[in-house]
């Protein structure tokens, strides 16, 4: 029964915020102010493949160059929050579009951080309020991109967000050691604990078809972004739907890879920049990348001993990576990345995007930051 009465409760709390939402005046900022001038004129088209919370980072940062953005979101996570409500309402997982659309959104401050609520006790402890809030307008409407979209318009957001595929999706890994693992959340245990490494991702199913919308974008895009984000849960997972590929390779956008600063451990344990691009290679073929843009900023050791205490270490490019690349006909373009905030490492959206949007205008960029 308290699980009863505090669901209900939730419902009427989504209920009541989204009147609020029918009378609050969203805070829409000026393009004019936000967006810079020559970049809004051209209306740069830029499509951004990931998951994650790389994603949603440069996200925040890209609104701001251009308001012609689509968000490729893979809905391959079964773990968390996001896991739960997937398992328990049969939905796909909300979590990685709804950062996504919180990242893109023109709302309140006081309304966004409601949104990213975490509750703290109880049946719902760990559970995002934007998640039940997506949850709720998935069950409104009976469809999740209807969902999607129409939370889009509550929060007004720049761009628009897209689930890769709308089917109920799984990632199997085979790893080095014969093993397969199912389950986005299972794999780096699983990697970890038998003391391994990823050899292939799949989908399960194979077969899973994208949203018409997905592949239209690719092919309408100026500039095509893949990451950042987790190599083989986050971006392989898009890169897995039929016809993704195909299209990105058709597409005549150039297409620009996002390197991580930090390997992910039980995912891409020792993975230089040069591991990323191959492994890509290997799952998708051959020219899928035009561009890499790596960071090459050493990270204080004080920061980088906090990772490292968790096995993780920078991805790093040396000059024969380099030379590897150009060889197979990438640019590479090195820059520091790098963003502490808190101790927290993450990429400098504000700047990456500077390079991603004038790169799609054929304008000349400045590699020094």
Request: net charge negative.
């Amino acid at each position: 029964m308290t699980s009863v009465m505090i669901f209900i409760g939730v419902v009427g709390w989504i209920l009541l915020l989204i009147s609020i939402l029918r009378y609050l005046k969203i805070k829409k900022e000026d393009n004019t102010k936000t967006i810079k001038n020559d970049v809004r004129e051209e209306k740069s088209k830029v499509v951004v493949i990931g998951g994650g919370t790389g994603q949603s980072v440069f996200l925040r940062g890209l609104k701001y160059y251009t308001p012609n953005i689509t968000a490729i979101v893979t809905v391959a996570d079964d773990g968390g929050g996001s896991g739960v409500l997937r398992e328990d309402l049969g939905m796909l997982p909300p979590g990685d579009i709804r950062n996504c659309l919180l990242s893109l959104a023109n709302i309140e401050p006081t309304m966004s951080e409601v949104m990213k609520y975490r509750f703290t006790d109880g049946v719902l402890k760990g559970q995002s309020f934007g998640n039940l809030f997506l949850a709720a307008m998935n069950g409104v409407y009976g469809n999740f991109e209807t969902a999607v979209y129409k939370m889009s318009e509550i929060f007004a957001i720049t761009g628009r967000v897209l689930p890769v595929t709308l089917e109920d999706i799984n990632l199997i890994a085979h790893l080095e050691n014969g093993n397969l693992v199912k389950g986005e959340s299972n794999i780096p245990k699983h990697v970890k604990s038998q003391n391994t490494r990823i050899s292939k991702i799949q989908l399960e199913p194979e077969s899973a078809k994208p949203l018409d919308d997905v592949i239209k974008s690719i092919y309408d895009a100026d500039k095509i972004v893949i990451g950042p984000g987790s190599l083989y849960t986050s971006i392989m997972p898009n890169l897995l739907v039929d016809g993704v590929v195909e299209a990105i390779k058709k597409s005549k956008a150039p297409k620009i890879y996002i390197a991580n600063i930090m390997t992910q451990p039980g995912e891409t344990d020792n993975y230089n920049v040069l591991d990323h691009v191959k492994a890509i290679n290997k799952h998708c073929g051959e020219n899928i990348i035009d561009i890499v843009i790596a960071n090459n900023e050493v990270l204080p050791k004080p920061v980088f001993d906090i990772y490292s205490k968790d096995g993780a270490s920078q991805v790093l490019l040396d000059k024969n990576q380099k030379h590897i690349l150009e060889d197979i006909g990438i640019k590479v373009i090195e820059c520091n990345l790098v963003e502490i905030k808190s101790n927290y490492i993450r990429h400098d959206a504000d700047y990456i995007s500077n390079i991603v949007v004038n790169l799609a205008l054929s304008h000349s960029y400045d590699n020094e930051k």
